[in-house]
């Protein structure tokens, strides 16, 4: 059996580090441009960004690249790195594929998800359109729950990542800019919930279909008040 030598395996520990810090990176960065806390056009420094995090710049520098490679920054001429400002016609076509896919994804899912988990996921729904709090927390975490279980309970590896990424880049949406549809999301994501605990796949997937129409519709219009 191949041993490392106190060289090597300090080498390998470094590695493992770095990777560690480059996930935080990413995590943390992915974060901040989710809640819009590093908005669209926004410069991105290096430098200034790895001060922010308190960490070293070769994990920001490639959490920074992943980002470049899932389209949510990019590098404007020059070499400038940039949040990425979606375009209306970018986020339609984003959301029709996410339309088809998740129509798909959760016609899958169907009678995978535990009815204690759908409970569970239900009653946080209807605690946050109790609370009737557009900008709570919460509803980011409870929408991100909700897609992704459904994504995983597909059992399609592939699927769910492609829908996954998908999502991240309509959360660059802002939606705080479309208060009007705080409750009609909950209900949307209730019916879903609701035909799932039934076991209803054609009828999840005309709710998820219909969820998702009523999102780019929604955008649509607030774009086009701009």
Do not use: C
């Amino acid at each position: 059996m191949k041993t490392l030598d106190a060289a090597s395996y300090t080498t390998a520990l470094n590695a493992r580090r770095e990777q560690s810090l480059g996930q935080m990176a990413y995590d943390r960065l992915l974060d901040m441009l989710v809640r819009r806390d590093l908005p669209a056009g926004t410069v991105l420094h290096e430098r200034r960004l790895a001060e922010m995090l308190d960490i070293s710049r070769t994990p920001t520098r490639e959490a920074m690249s992943r980002l470049e490679t899932e389209g949510l920054i990019e590098r404007q001429p020059g070499g400038m790195l940039v949040v990425k400002e979606f375009s209306l016609r970018e986020l339609v076509e984003i959301l029709h594929v996410r339309r088809l896919l998740e129509r798909e994804s959760v016609m899958l899912a169907t009678g995978r998800i535990a009815d204690a988990v759908l409970a569970d996921l239900q009653r946080q729904m209807e605690a946050l359109l109790g609370a009737g709090d557009p900008d709570a927390p919460g509803n980011w975490e409870v929408d991100r729950r909700f897609h992704d279980l459904i994504a995983d309970h597909s059992h399609n590896a592939i699927l769910a990542k492609t829908i996954k990424d998908l999502r991240l880049k309509t959360q660059m949406f802002n939606l705080s800019r479309m208060p009007e549809r705080f409750e009609a999301v909950h209900r949307e994501h209730l019916a879903v919930v609701a035909a799932l605990r039934a076991k209803d796949a054609a009828a999840a997937a005309d709710a998820i279909a219909a969820h998702l129409e009523n999102f780019k519709q929604g955008i649509i219009r607030r774009l086009s008040e701009v």
